[in-house]
């Protein structure tokens, strides 16, 4: 994965990942009128809804981005329905070039994380080997430390996927946990030379590893002093746009060849349509490659 990611970003010249994250709210009227038409209100007829407003979406920016990130809550929460909407999505921006970063945020017993890790590695029935999800790429919660992480590492060598495990977050609450101090160290301190210590377990061949780090855009002064310590480690950087994180801010979260991080943004792109003012309803995924093309401006300004 982290190969054919550093591989997209350099051909796009833009580390920006489109975060997948529909809401009722921010589907369009007309969408919403014809999917409640044709299904009722039913867990279908939302899944639809999301369906049609991602698929716009990835038409209008796959060839302007190197990655998009369904967070899978959006979906979950509208049972089976919700759940094929976040595959069917992957599928189709799979199909479109893009590398997929599924926000699942897992992290279990090994037992169990094995079978999370079906995610990346796919299942296996009667000898026959399935990849029912499809993403590249997988969120962790590594709180339950490695034995809830090596099953992800065996499908990311097994299967050349890839892992963001949280490190420094961008909520403001993350520091409740992650800022305290075992031996005078922060947490996120101990936590990113583990992720570093694992990723030795699975490098890439461009000087990054298969296990990268979720490093919050809101943490500036983290942020930096991360960059420095995981030398190897890719960053996953929520938290631009909506959250507050700016592009200056994020200067020194490359390394010193402009490489080393990919910058998510969802609401402050696929719902820009509700801020700009200069296109109609119907233009939401216009709106969204507007975002898309001053998003990527604003991170070329600072990339070195
Ligand atoms: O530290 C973290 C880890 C994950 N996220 C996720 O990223 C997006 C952010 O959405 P915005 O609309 O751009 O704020 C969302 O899926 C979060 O669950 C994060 O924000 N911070």
């Known amino acids: ?30 969408i919403k009128e014809e999917m409640l038409e044709t299904y009722g209100k039913t867990p279908k007829a939302v899944a639809e ?17 190197p990655s998009v990130k369904p967070q899978i809550a959006m979906y979950e929460q509208y049972g089976l329905e919700g759940l ?21 945020k897992r992290g279990d017993i090994a037992s169990t994380a094995a079978a999370y890790a079906g995610h990346i590695a ?16 997988v969120t962790l919660n590594p709180y339950m430390g490695f034995d809830g992480i090596e099953p992800f590492i065996k499908a990311c060598n097994d299967y050349h996927r890839g892992l963001f495990i949280l490190v420094k977050t961008s909520n403001p609450s993350g520091k409740e946990l992650q800022d305290l101090l ?5 947490l996120y301190d101990k936590t990113a030379d583990l992720v570093s210590e694992w990723g030795e ?6 000087g990054y590893s298969e296990i990268g780090a979720v490093v919050g855009a809101t ?50 792109i696929i719902a820009a349509y509700q801020k700009d003012k ?27």
């Open 1 to 30: 994965m982290i190969d054919q990611l550093i591989n997209k970003i350099k051909a796009t010249q833009n580390p920006t990942v489109v975060g997948l994250d529909p809401t009722y709210a921010m589907i369009p009227t007309f």
């Open 49 to 65: 809804m999301f369906l049609q407003f991602n698929k716009a979406i990835i038409d209008e920016v796959h060839d302007l981005i």
């Open 84 to 104: 094929r909407a976040y595959i069917e999505t992957i599928a189709y921006a799979k199909a479109k070039g893009l590398v997929v970063i599924g926000d699942v």
């Open 122 to 137: 796919g299942v296996e029935i009667e000898g026959v080997h399935m990849d029912l999800w499809q993403e590249d790429a």
């Open 182 to 186: 075992v031996d005078g160290v922060p």
């Open 201 to 206: 377990l699975a490098m890439g061949t461009m």
């Open 219 to 268: 943490y500036k002064e983290q942020g930096i002093e991360l960059r420095k310590r995981m030398p190897h480690t890719f960053f996953l950087v929520p938290g631009y746009g909506a959250q507050g994180g700016k592009a200056e801010d994020l200067k020194d979260y490359f390394d010193k060849d402009g490489n080393g991080i990919i910058v998510n943004s969802s609401r402050g």
């Open 278 to 304: 200069e296109v109609t309803e119907k233009e939401f995924a216009i709106a969204a490659k507007k975002a898309v093309l001053a998003m990527r401006d604003d991170l070329q300004g600072v990339m070195r």
